[in-house]
């Protein structure tokens, strides 16, 4: 099974992101999804997830209302739209498959930095 992050950048505040993450090796399809991210001397956090079929989506109260995560089984494909980017949203970005409550693969991370 591989995850393969991308999308990150350097931005500024207020702009956008789009992170994409590639999946193989997996029926993506029976699979929900989650990004995670984590900052320079933080713990890892959860961003948002979506269920299998895209019905169920969670986010962390920070990112209501700016992320939108979605997924697209056809491309075995997971995404997280980031609008309105602030400088506390500067981490590494991890995609990962979520089966029950449980994480069991993560992709390498994709930076994403946003200046002030």
């Known amino acids: 099974v591989q995850l393969q992050a991308s999308g990150g950048g350097l931005v500024q505040a207020g702009d956008s992101l789009r992170l994409s993450c590639a999946t193989s090796?997996?029926?993506?399809?029976?699979?929900?999804m989650a990004w995670f991210r984590q900052a320079p001397g933080a713990e890892r956090e959860f961003v948002a997830s979506i269920s299998s079929s895209g019905n169920n989506i969670k986010y962390r109260d920070s990112v209501k209302g700016r992320f939108t995560i979605s997924r697209d089984n056809a491309k075995n494909m997971v995404y997280l739209k980031m609008d309105s980017l602030k400088p506390e949203d500067s981490a590494i970005y991890y995609c990962a498959t979520k089966w029950g409550s449980t994480f069991q693969y993560w992709g390498q991370g994709t930076l994403v930095t946003v200046s002030s």
């Open positions: 090796g997996l029926t993506f399809r029976n699979y929900g």
